[in-house]
């Protein structure tokens, strides 16, 4: 296994780099903007399960270096890991178009640019395991978060694109829905308790999900039936609402 973790200094990445390293051996590639903290995990993983990982520098809105950075790689990756994000602040992004650009390039024009080089190469190498988070935010358009939540909705529909793409040459493309989970970036924010995750709960149902070649997995897993039951509410009802 050679595994390619992107936005690798997320909590979520954090802790699915530690599943993988524990239960895998190969090569892991961990790529971030800030190589200092990066570099920290880096030699935690190389010396707690003696394996190769390695940090390295990438930007999800430096599309023209995405090609570069990919054809460095060596040995290239089985497996590309996309966790990287920005939650962003909505009533913001409404008065300013720079923040609202920001969320939408960062959310879904990044995981496009960089994923899109990674399909090419596992495609004419007939295998591969792509696995995307995005969030259940991106299933119905709410007042508090919908510039967040268009940007991983349109992350969604690429992400079932890329899939009945790369299904007939042996690619498997997974898509992560998770809920509230509690992280830097949700930090501040008063999380309803009984339905929020933590970092860890993420990571072992995305590993369960990728040992089981899943095309979709909700963390936690009810959120499949919350969201079943948001989208099925009637538009005449739900843009009365206050979510």
């Known amino acids: 296994m050679n595994l390619l973790i992107l936005g690798a200094n ?5 802790e699915i780099a530690r599943r993988f390293a524990s239960r895998k051996k190969g090569d892991i590639f961990l790529a971030s903007r800030n190589l200092h903290d990066l570099d920290k995990q880096a ?21 023209t270096s995405h090609a570069g950075f990919y054809e460095s790689l060596d040995p290239k990756p089985d497996i590309v890991i996309v966790s990287f994000g920005l939650l962003g602040n909505q009533e913001t992004a409404q008065a300013n178009f720079q923040e609202a650009k920001d969320i939408i390039e ?6 496009v640019s960089i994923l899109e080089i990674v399909a ?31 940007a991983k909705g349109g992350m969604e529909v690429y992400l079932g694109g890329l899939r009945n793409r790369l299904h007939h040459c042996g690619v498997r493309v997974m898509t992560v829905l998770p809920g509230f989970v509690r992280t830097k970036m949700t930090e501040g924010m008063q999380l309803p308790g009984f339905v929020s995750a933590e970092p860890t709960d993420v990571a072992a149902d995305i590993y369960r ?6 095309d979709v997995v909700y963390s936690k897993w009810f959120w499949k039936w919350i969201m079943a ?10 843009k009365r609402l206050k979510l």
């Open 229 to 238: 039951g948001i989208r099925w509410i009637p538009e005449f009802i739900f």
């Open 10 to 14: 997320s909590d979520i990445a954090q």
């Open 120 to 150: 090419s190469d596992f495609e004419r190498r007939r295998n591969g395991f792509i696995i995307a988070i995005g969030s259940v935010a991106g299933i119905r358009g709410r007042k508090s978060n919908y510039m967040y939540g268009s």
């Open 106 to 111: 960062t959310n879904y024009l990044g995981v």
């Open 43 to 63: 030699r935690d993983l190389s010396i707690r399960y003696g394996i190769h990982c390695e940090a390295l520098f990438f930007d999800a809105l430096d599309y």
């Open 209 to 214: 999900a990728y040992e089981k070649n899943k």
